[in-house]
Each structure stands twice: as C-alpha cells, then as structure tokens.
C-alpha cells in the first residue's frame, strides 16, 4: 500500500508520458509557511534561492536568482511572500530533521512504483526540491536531468508537461548538452504548446513529469503556491543520462565531418551501447589524458 500517493496510479506511464493523480499529504506539518519560515533561513545559501517573480517562459530558470533578485532577505521574502512577487526553490529541504519522515515515506513509495513499472528496485539518487511562489508567478520552461513526482500543497497551478523526446519541443543537441551540464539551456518555442499535456492543480493533486520532459508552470491569482517536487532517477533514466552524455562528445567531432549521431530515444540497442559500452570508454580516455597531462606538467616543473 502507498503512504503517499493514491490510486489510481498510472504504473506503465512512469518516464513515458505525463499524467496526473492525487496525493495524500495535504496539512503535513513540514509543508506549513510556518514551518517553512523556520527552516529556509537556517539552511546553507546554495540551496535556497528567490528572484522576483517570473513572468517569461524563456526566462533562464537557473539564472533566475542571478538575474532577477528581488532586493530582500529570505526571511523578508517568506513572510510577504503573499504580496511580494516573489519566487523561492529550496534544493533539499530534507536536510532538516521535520522533512526526514517525508522524504523516507516518498522514497518508500516511489520504489514501490519503478518496481511495479519494471525499472528498478529503488528509487536512485532521490532529492526534494520545494517551490514557493507569490500569486502569478511562472515557472519557466526547462527540463529537468532527473524524474519528477510534483505535488501542490497550497495554492493552485496550471502546468504544462511534453511528452519527452520530441524533437519539435526540445532538440536533441539540446537535451544532449542539458544533461552533459554544459552551459546551453532547452530554447523555449510558443509554436511547441500545441504538443503540451495541460493540467490545472489544487492540494492534494500531483503530476508525473518524465525524464527531461519539458514544462512549465503558471501559478493561480488567488493564494501563494506550494508545491514539493521528488526527484529521482531509475536504472534506465541513468542509463540514458550516459547515452546523452555520450551524444554530447560526438556531436561536435561528427558535425566537422557533415555528420550527427543518432538521436537518443530512437533506438534502444544503440543508446544501451553508447551508455554501457562507450560511455566507460570515453571515461577511460579522459581519465588517461588527464594523467598524463598531470605527469607532464609535474616533470616540467622546475626544482
């Protein structure tokens, strides 16, 4: 039995499609503004950012902190958050003793679904993300590098959701560059929302997004917004992850020659070699070159 989803659950959809279902933690203790105000200011600066509140879809979400600052404190951000607009991500609030007990129940229930999915027995690298908004704000478009449980606590949201690998909503250079973490972000394009899956979410509702499925968010005029994303990956989004990887260091030396590789998600076989078998390669190759690039300059060092 799950703690915290309900069923209905769409098993076989997990890293396919979107869909939606509801969630059972509505008036958890650790998801109170109260709370909330006691535990952000005393978590480390790198995992809590706010901006002023965003209003463009192609606005660089992980810039937003940077480019967009809303000129207050944290602590002065949470108690007007109301009024404020203003947008707050808090990146592992499990790090606090109130989320410990959530966070165990999510990964419990999470591992629950990928074995009944068939794709794991647990649920790998898993982190909360907490998102906190004022009335209106956007979410920009992005992806994320990770699977994605996102349930609304407080608040209401209409969220757009692609189905992944669509090449007309995110191309595969940049999906390819987005998980190798280089520095070029998934480009927005407004002719793409034809292909969005449209959902409009009050407590108590919750959405699947896939590994690097495209999205974006649009809060309710009426109330702040809550929101808790579980992040996560299985055996086979780690899997891809490598092939994307792998793409990214092809694409460049292929395109010299007039050439691209195949784009992932096209042909299993091949993204199983590019990640099993070329991707440890490649890793081989740097760590060698990085060896000896470190032998050298210690040999051309002088006494």
């Known amino acids: 039995m799950l703690k915290c989803f309900c069923e209905p659950f769409d098993y076989d959809a997990i890293d396919r499609h979107p869909f939606e279902f509801r969630h059972q933690l509505v008036g958890h203790p650790a998801i109170s503004l109260e709370n909330l105000g006691r535990v ?13 509140g965003l209003t463009d879809l192609g606005i660089n979400f992980d810039r937003a902190h940077l480019d967009h600052p809303n000129g207050m404190s944290i602590e002065q951000t949470i108690e007007s958050i109301q009024t404020s607009n203003s947008y707050i991500a808090v990146s592992k609030p499990e790090a606090d003793p109130s989320f410990k007990e959530l966070f165990h129940d999510l990964i419990d229930d999470v591992s629950a679904v990928i074995r ?21 704000a956007i979410t920009p478009f992005h992806c994320d590098r990770y699977s ?3 349930m609304q606590f407080r608040g209401s949201k209409d969220v757009a959701i692609f189905k992944p690998w669509n090449d007309e909503v995110i191309t595969p250079e940049d999906c390819e560059a987005w998980v190798a973490r280089s520095n070029r972000t998934p480009t927005w394009r407004p002719e793409a929302d034809r292909f969005a899956n449209k959902y409009h979410f009050k407590p108590g509702e919750a959405a699947h997004i896939p590994f690097v499925a495209g999205h974006y968010v649009k809060n309710g005029m009426e109330d702040v917004s809550i929101t808790l994303s579980f992040f996560f990956h299985t055996e086979d989004t780690l899997r891809m992850s490598r092939a994307l990887a792998v793409n990214h260091r092809l694409r460049s030396r292929m395109q010299r020659i007039g050439m691209e590789p195949t784009p992932i998600g096209r042909s299993r076989r091949r993204d199983v070699f590019k990640a099993d078998v070329v991707h440890p390669l490649m890793e081989k190759v740097a760590d060698l070159l990085k060896s000896r690039k470190s032998e050298s300059t210690s040999g051309s060092a002088g006494p």
């Open 116 to 136: 009944r999915r068939g794709t794991g027995t647990q649920a790998l690298e898993p982190t909360l993300w907490l998102f906190i908004a004022s009335p209106g």
């Open 40 to 52: 952000l200011p005393a978590l480390p600066s790198d995992q809590v950012f706010y901006s002023k």
């Open 148 to 150: 994605n449980f996102l």
